[in-house]
């Protein structure tokens, strides 16, 4: 069985909102194929189900595994919406085939008790598969005493947590 475990899902609704808060940091443009977000200077196509199921079969992998990095780009007021409404499309997007498509979810690591309950709902409503954080948020490394609740929760629920290395972090 292959399984991609680095499959970015860039739902259109986050590079709305993205835009709508941060409108500096992403263009979005409409062509034939759909929207596309121009970030860190890279195209980045909206999400689409079918063509990204036709990809997969082309390319002879069985699951992916759903994430949004650029999520972690910020970390401030809006970062709970985005996580959200990151997690709440990758849901919608896992569902319609369960047997591809897997999720880590998204949580707003700057409010500990946000992240948490993210977490939980993710996790026993949405069914997610795991969690997916960065190298650092906001500067903050994985191993800081900010993050300890959630690496105690995550290891209580025994739960695999993804780290990632976007273009913006240092590892």
């Known amino acids: 069985m292959k399984i991609d475990f680095h499959c970015h899902s860039f739902p259109a609704g986050f590079f709305r909102a993205l835009k709508r808060y941060y409108p500096n940091v992403i263009e979005l443009h409409e062509d034939a194929k759909g929207l596309v977000g121009i970030w860190a200077k ?74 948490l309950k993210e977490m939980a709902r993710a996790l026993d409503e949405l069914h997610f598969a795991g969690v997916v954080v960065a190298s650092n948020v906001g500067g903050r490394y994985l191993d800081s005493p900010d993050f300890y609740p959630f690496w105690e929760e995550a290891n209580r629920r025994r739960v695999p947590a993804a780290r990632r290395y976007p273009p913006w972090a240092t590892a």
């Open 42 to 115: 890279t195209p980045l196509a909206a999400w689409d189900h079918d063509a990204r199921l036709e990809d997969i079969d082309r390319a002879g992998i069985d699951v992916e595994i759903l994430s949004n990095p650029p999520i972690y780009s910020h970390v401030d007021e809006h970062t709970k919406e985005l996580c959200r409404l990151t997690n709440d499309a990758i849901a919608a997007t896992w569902r319609r085939n369960p047997q591809r498509f897997k999720a880590f979810a998204h949580l707003p690591f700057n409010n500990m008790d946000l992240a």
